[in-house]
């Protein structure tokens, strides 16, 4: 069964560091997603991505995040300069199509801020 | 804006007894998704199952179903037959079905022990 694939499983990076967490979707799928989750605390939505732009984001996604995807396959979050609350798990999602509701996950990559 | 709320956040059970996992929420729209999702230790987020707000039907698949009451605006799972692999977190999400708004809302979780 096809997957949404997440690389690294685990980033460590110091405070002030860029960071990027790449995601590969599953291949016919169109629309994508980052998700967070503080250690013990619920999932929430940063953003979302279709047709090459940001459809939505959340508070959270501020200045100091971005998008893109850059060669058809992957999709990958930059965080420009890591915060010690941005340590988290971070998941990407993929979805076929609207008709298509099933959003499906990657692994999570966890993000430790040092 | 729309809230999930789980009001239990962690239940336990014997194997192979049934439990229920509570969620409601919050919403003015009329037609959107509801869904369960399982994260185990491993921490990858699994699909239990789904509804859709407009069939009255109560979604099943094998030993984990619904009752969904719209009305209530409550969205309980059961799981049936418990067994030691459900242990997990699992979270109550929701999804209007607007075209480009698809994210999932979430719930906090509720922490499911399966006692041998």
């Known amino acids: 069964e096809p997957e949404v694939t997440q690389t690294p499983s685990h980033q460590v990076t110091q405070m002030g560091q860029e960071v990027i967490l790449r995601c590969v979707p599953i291949?016919?799928?169109?629309?994508f997603y980052w998700y967070r989750q503080i250690l013990g605390q619920k999932v929430e939505f940063l953003v979302s991505f279709y047709n090459n732009e940001i459809s939505e984001k959340s508070e959270i996604f501020d200045d100091q995040f971005s998008v893109e995807r850059p060669d058809g396959s992957n999709f990958t979050l930059k965080i420009r300069s890591t915060k010690l609350e941005d340590s988290a798990m971070y998941f990407c999602?993929?979805?076929?199509?609207?008709?298509?509701?099933?959003?499906?996950f990657g692994a999570g990559t966890r993000l430790s801020v040092l | 804006a729309q809230t999930v709320t789980q009001s239990q956040p962690e239940m336990s059970v014997q194997e192979a007894e049934t439990v229920t996992l509570s969620c409601t929420y919050d919403t003015s729209e009329s037609d959107y998704y509801l869904f369960w999702y399982k994260q185990p230790p491993s921490r990858q987020m699994i699909l239990v199952i789904r509804q859709e707000a407009y069939k009255q039907q109560n979604a099943t698949e094998n030993r984990f179903s619904v009752n969904f009451q719209k009305a209530a605006k409550s969205f309980s799972l059961k799981i049936s037959d418990s067994q030691l692999g459900d242990a997990a977190m699992y979270f109550c999400a929701y999804r209007i079905t607007n075209f480009g708004n698809e994210k999932l809302t979430f719930g906090t979780g509720t922490r499911l022990t399966i006692i041998p």
């Open positions: 999602a993929s979805i076929m199509g609207i008709a298509k509701n099933i959003q499906y």
């Open positions: 291949s016919n799928h169109l629309y």
